[in-house]
């Protein structure tokens, strides 16, 4: 194998060249909600978005509005659709009516902002991070560069 300054590879064409990935993806899982009334978008990071996460979002929104009845509109993800999760809202709106109840979920497509507002705060979150990550990779790394090589320092 051989590189070029261009960072073109060339090869034999009868071989296979393996190009080593150095900057794997790195994925980070956020759950997200809209308070209508106050304006106020919530977000929690968790490793993954499974059932249980799910769960814990929930707990999260209840433990910030404990007084009052929240209506989530979510898209039809698996996570959401659980055996877990139906169980879970079983048991927080238990003995109670359904126009009564504590937590309830209205299902609308996945990713479209023309059902779900979320996903229009996901999109401007993803253009911001897209457009300027590179800037603020920068200037976090100058940060650490300050902070250990000048503050660290004795004077």
């Known amino acids: 194998m051989w590189g070029d300054i261009c960072g073109y590879i060339w090869g034999n064409t009868s071989q296979r060249i393996e190009v080593p990935i150095i900057n794997e993806r790195q994925r980070q899982t956020y759950f997200g909600a809209l308070n209508y009334y106050t304006q106020e978008f919530l977000v929690k990071p968790y ?16 433990s910030q509005y404990p007084k009052s009845r929240i209506a989530l509109i979510w898209d039809l993800q698996a996570n959401k659709r659980s055996a877990e999760f139906k169980t879970y809202l079983d048991t927080v709106n238990q003995g109670l009516s359904e126009d009564e109840w504590k937590v309830t979920c209205i299902k609308f497509a996945p990713n479209d ?22 800037g603020v990779q920068i200037i976090f790394s100058c940060q650490e560069i300050i902070s250990t090589r000048y503050l660290s320092s004795s004077f």
């Not at 490793?47 to 209840?62: Q, R, T």
């Not at 059902?115 to 990550?133: G, H, S, T």
């Open 47 to 62: 490793k993954k978005g499974d059932s249980s996460n799910a769960i814990a979002f929930v707990e999260y929104l209840i």
């Open 113 to 134: 902002p023309t059902q779900n507002p979320v996903e229009d705060i996901w999109l401007y979150a993803k253009k911001f991070v897209r457009k300027f990550y590179q």
